[in-house]
């Protein structure tokens, strides 16, 4: 299986920036997908970005043209980088891997880190 642990969250202004990372561990060899997903107090969880290992990616509306999902293979870390900070970006961000091709497929599925906190004030 996989370890995920997120960092980079914090409080910033709005129209600022983060830097969020995720450094995964384990069986790392069998991520095929890796993204970003958000949940607000009050709201349900929403995907926020997602990049494949082919490479496309995908984001929600709210977010695109401000943040970016990339990812380190060699060290095996995924990034999300926020840029224009909202009020409304406020939220718990919880990076994830989907796993497949492992042992007897034991192991397939998805992952989740702990989350970290992202407060944008106005």
């Known amino acids: 299986q996989v370890q995920l642990v997120e960092s980079g969250g914090g409080l910033v202004q709005a129209g600022g920036s983060l830097r969020l990372s995720c450094a995964a561990s384990?069986?790392?060899?069998?991520?095929?997908?890796t993204g970003w997903y958000r949940q607000a107090p009050g709201k349900q969880r929403e995907l926020v970005a997602a990049?494949?290992?082919?490479?496309?990616?995908n984001y929600a509306n709210s977010v695109k043209g401000r943040f970016t999902i990339s990812r380190d293979s060699a060290e095996n870390t995924v990034y999300l980088q926020m840029n224009s900070l909202k009020p409304e970006d406020t939220a718990v961000y919880y990076c994830?891997?989907?796993?497949?091709?492992?042992?007897?497929?034991?192991?397939?599925?998805?992952?989740w880190g702990q989350g970290t906190q992202v407060t944008v004030s106005s």
């Open positions: 994830y891997a989907k796993l497949r091709g492992t042992n007897r497929g034991s192991f397939d599925g998805d992952y």
């Open positions: 990049l494949a290992n082919v490479g496309t990616t």
């Open positions: 384990g069986s790392i060899f069998n991520i095929v997908a």
